[in-house]
Antibody, heavy 119, light 108 residues
Framework: EVQLLESGGGLVQPGGSLRLSCAAS????????MSWVRQAPGKGLEWVSA????????YYADSVKGRFTISRDNSKNTLYVQMSSLRAEDTAVYYC????????????WGRGTLVTVSS | EIVMTQSPATLSVSPGERATLSCRAS??????LAWYKQKPGQAPRLLIY???TRATGIPARFSGSGSGTEFTLTISSLQSEDFAVYYC??????????FGGGTKVEVK
């Protein structure tokens, strides 16, 4: 089954760091750009970051630029985001999402992992 | 940044009735517009891309239209599983990729 499975969420103190992972299965991972999208409790969707299929080209929302780093390991079919200097407003469910082959809409989503930033 | 605005915020519809959801872009998004459905506690699911192309497995009762700055998602006859929150997203000019604030379709 084609799927994405996130892991690594949890409770972290303000100013702390966390790394999320997303394991992809049943599609040619390296052929597709990938992305992270988050959703704060009770709120809408917010795009966070994206990376090209070969790792060339990384893109960030202004709200996380300089604090988050997206990366991928195509040999492990895994997407990552390293989050540092975390703030309360980073509290959200973080979804991993696959981008379309030639256009940047999200055609496959993981179930999400919750990140809570609180003291 | 292209700002996406969805209306109404909440739409109350009876099962079997038609629902029409709107999405407006602050500048042209061409036809680079997608729609997603999200049920409580679940991840979003792609419904429409390219403003009007249904994604794999999406029933024909869902249709998308529009171009430029005005877009519409129509659900021709609401089924119980269609009561959810719907989001539009533009991918014409990025970064950032931007979503609308969502329309909640609830039972009237």
């Amino acid at each position: 089954e084609v799927q994405l499975l996130e892991s690594g969420g949890g409770l972290v103190q303000p100013g702390g760091s966390l790394r999320l992972s997303c394991a992809a299965s049943e599609f040619t991972f390296s052929n597709y750009a990938m992305s992270w999208v988050r959703q704060a409790p009770g709120k809408g969707l917010e795009w966070v970051s994206a990376i090209g299929g070969s790792g060339d080209g990384t893109y960030y929302a202004d709200s996380v630029k300089g604090r988050f780093t997206i990366s991928r390991d195509n040999s492990k079919n895994t997407l990552y985001v390293q989050m540092s200097s975390l703030r309360a407003e980073d509290t959200a469910v973080y979804y991993c999402a696959k981008l379309g082959r030639t256009s940047w809409y999200f055609d496959l989503w993981g179930r999400g992992t919750l990140v809570t930033v609180s003291s | 940044e292209i700002v996406m605005t969805q209306s109404p915020a909440t739409l109350s519809v009876s099962p079997g009735e038609r629902a029409t959801l709107s999405c407006r872009a602050s500048q042209s998004a061409g036809t680079n517009l997608a729609w997603y459905k999200q049920k409580p506690g679940q991840a979003p699911r792609l419904l429409i891309y390219g403003a009007s192309t249904r994604a794999t497995g999406i029933p024909a009762r869902f249709s998308g239209s529009g171009s430029g700055t005005e877009f519409t998602l129509t659900i021709s006859s609401l089924q119980s599983e269609d009561f959810a929150v719907y989001y539009c997203q533009q991918y014409n000019y990025w970064p950032p990729l931007t979503f609308g604030g969502g329309t909640k379709v609830e039972v009237k």
